[in-house]
């Protein structure tokens, strides 16, 4: 199955639709807007609240927590030069990725459960998620989240040291 990111260009806070693959609603994700680090609320298309995201300040490497069916994931961005890795506290979870082509792939001990690839030359970023089963439908997009949390803190850190 597969589901879509497509974020807007011009707005103040993180909100956007997420599609599946006919093009329907399935879940909508709002920031804060005015905040101390990333945080993402995730709901479902009956509005109701399935997972939150948030970022923990103060850390050498990045640090997100997922809480998801009242259990909360840490993920933490490994310390690499060229092909970035998220390790997941106390899961058997690897997320790997190749930094040039950002395509990234999350397995669970060794077997591939999704395929995340960022497209090129969109207006704002927009992702495909490739999710080999349902049920890890909602982990497979807090994960693709993060990392994009991750790329565009990347972004925003380069963008300002290079001024």
């Known amino acids: 199955m597969k589901l879509y990111i497509k974020q807007k260009v011009f707005s103040w806070a993180d909100k956007f639709n997420i599609k599946d693959a006919s093009g329907r609603d399935c879940y909508y994700v709002e920031g804060k807007v005015f905040s101390f680090g990333k945080k993402l609320h995730i709901y479902d298309s009956s509005h109701r609240e399935v997972a939150y995201i948030h970022e923990k300040l103060f850390t050498f490497m990045p640090r997100y927590y997922i809480e998801l069916n009242g259990q909360t994931i840490e993920i933490v961005k490994e310390f690499t030069l060229f092909k970035p ?3 997941f506290e106390g899961l058997p979870l690897r997320l790997s990725g190749d ?3 950002h395509n990234y792939t999350l397995s669970n001990n060794g ?3 999704m395929r995340l690839t960022k497209q090129w030359l969109t207006w704002g970023d927009t992702y495909e998620l ?4 349902h049920a890890d439908e909602l982990l497979c997009l807090c994960v693709a989240l993060v990392v994009d949390c991750v790329l565009d803190a990347q972004n925003s850190s380069s963008v300002s040291s290079n001024q």
């Open 85 to 87: 890795s998220f390790r």
């Open 99 to 101: 930094f040039w082509e």
């Open 130 to 133: 490739d999710i080999a089963e």
């Open 111 to 113: 077997q591939n459960i």
